[in-house]
């Protein structure tokens, strides 16, 4: 597959060092508070077959984010994600010259709030945990404008979680799931890969893949969304990033990341950053 060397902001929101089959214990947890911001307005959109769509308005997307696990047993775990959006749209493109263009404005609210309990089903040499994931509608909407902050629709989702650490220095683990949506959206496969890597005691850094692809073809379409490349319908993608996290002695620590994509449908052609600030207790 040809590498697109423009980068994928990432639809979806998830915590810089989260997932894979290992559980905190019992009233053991991680909190992390997390912003994720694009490098600029975006005015290209990805779609299939490695071609692009040139957007009306340039779109600024922002996201800022609390994210809980805690441990019920020392086998289950629960997880919580609260995301807060801010996105935007600004001055007219080429396009919109020959085109009516949507008006221009700016909308903040909730996006999709997640909750997911986790069990440990194997703790060998192998780890093996399994999960069910919801996302709740709670997204704030203005649809004359092609602005939301959030998926339209509510989803569960049911996840297998697999890992090794190869040594102390050396971990991989892959999450693979079905998340099912309401509201007519196109349910679809989750997979997320990471291979992780302890360069000082306190300094990890890790490589992820992470695929979105749909499994069912369903009727929601509202063409203003597909003007601004918000949470629509159909949204893919093939996805690659860096992540690093530096934690001091008192288990409160801070993380990075960037994110790339091989290939994309109806997500945004620009790059994403993100940094966080966590506490393990």
């Not at 290209?44 to 019920?72: C, M, P, S």
């Not at 998926?151 to 102390?168: C, T």
């Amino acid at each position: 597959m040809k590498l697109i060397t423009s980068t994928l902001f990432i639809l979806y929101t998830s915590t810089l060092f989260a997932g894979g089959p290992w559980l905190n214990k019992k009233k053991e947890g991680f909190f992390q508070l997390q912003s994720t911001f694009p490098a600029g307005a975006y005015s290209h959109l990805f779609l299939k077959n490695n071609e692009e769509v040139e957007l009306q308005r340039a779109v600024l997307d922002y996201t800022f984010q609390a994210y809980l696990e805690y441990g019920i047993t020392n086998k289950l775990e629960l997880i919580a994600t609260l995301p807060y959006k801010i996105v935007a749209t600004q001055g007219v493109t080429q396009k919109a010259l020959a085109t009516e263009t949507l008006p221009g404005g700016r909308l903040n609210g909730m996006g999709n709030a997640n909750f997911a309990l986790k069990y440990q089903l194997f703790t060998k040499s192998l780890k093996i945990a399994t999960s069910i994931q919801s996302s709740l509608n709670t997204a704030s909407k203005e649809l004359d404008k092609g602005l939301i902050t959030g998926y339209a629709a509510n989803s569960i989702g049911f996840y297998l979680h697999f890992g090794k650490g190869f040594s102390k220095n050396l971990y991989s683990f892959i999450d693979v799931g079905i998340n099912l949506m309401s509201n007519n959206f196109n349910d679809y496969l989750a997979i997320h890969y990471e291979l992780g890597y302890q360069i000082k005691p306190s300094f990890w850094t890790a490589f992820t893949l992470d695929l979105r692809e749909s499994i069912t073809t369903e009727s929601y379409r509202v063409e203003n969304l597909r003007q601004t490349g918000l949470y629509t319908n159909n949204q893919e993608y093939f996805a690659f990033g860096i992540k690093t996290s530096y934690e001091l002695k008192n288990k409160v620590g801070f993380t990075a990341a960037s994110f790339g994509a091989f290939s994309g449908n109806y997500v945004a052609k620009m790059s994403t950053f993100s940094l966080g600030i966590y506490k393990k207790w």
